[in-house]
C-alpha cells in the first residue's frame, strides 16, 4: 500500500516496483488520449513505463486531497489531486493526475487530464510510439 505521497515519490524517482505496490490488481487508468481505459496492473505499469520516458521535466505542483465518486460511482472514495507540468516533443503540459484509492488503501483508479490541446495532440503520439515499441499495442502505419 502507498499514499499519494510515496506515489509522487514513486514517479520522480521513476521506480516501477514501488509503483506497482500501490495499484489495485484491477486498476484502471483514464487516458487524455484513449476513450477506453487501460486495465490492469500490468498495463498500468507497462504504460507507467512508457510515460516515465516520454515526459521531460516532470514535476508535481502540489497536492489536493478529498473524495470523490469513481466510475462505477460505488460512492465517494479517499482521492488525491496531483496538478503536475512537464514537456513532450517541445510542448508544455499542464496536467492533473486524479488518484482514487480503494478499500485496502491501493490506487484503484487513475486519472490523467492535460491540456493544452495541442500538448495532448503531441503526448499521444509520443505514448503511442512508446506502446508500439514496446510491444504493447499495434503499429499503425503497419495497417
Not at 513505463?49 to 473524495?67: A, C, K, Q, W
Not at 465518486?69 to 503540459?93: C, H, W
Amino acid at each position: 500500500m502507498g499514499t499519494a505521497e510515496d506515489f509522487r515519490t514513486a514517479v520522480e524517482k521513476h521506480d516501477l516496483d514501488a509503483l506497482g505496490d500501490m495499484f489495485a490488481d484491477d486498476v484502471c487508468l483514464y487516458s487524455p488520449v484513449k476513450f477506453t481505459p487501460f486495465e490492469g496492473k500490468a498495463m498500468v505499469l507497462a504504460l507507467f513505463g512508457v510515460l516515465l520516458r516520454t515526459f521531460e521535466d516532470f514535476r508535481y505542483l502540489g497536492h489536493l486531497e478529498g473524495s470523490a465518486e469513481t466510475s462505477a460511482a460505488d460512492g465517494e472514495v479517499p482521492s488525491v489531486i496531483l496538478p503536475f507540468r512537464a514537456n513532450v516533443a517541445g510542448k508544455q503540459i499542464h496536467g492533473i493526475d486524479l488518484l482514487q484509492f480503494d478499500a485496502s488503501g491501493r490506487i484503484g483508479e487513475f486519472t490523467v487530464m492535460v491540456r493544452p490541446q495541442s500538448a495532448v495532440h503531441a503526448l499521444g503520439e509520443a505514448v503511442l510510439a512508446g506502446l508500439v515499441a514496446d510491444g504493447l499495442a499495434p503499429d499503425p502505419a503497419a495497417g
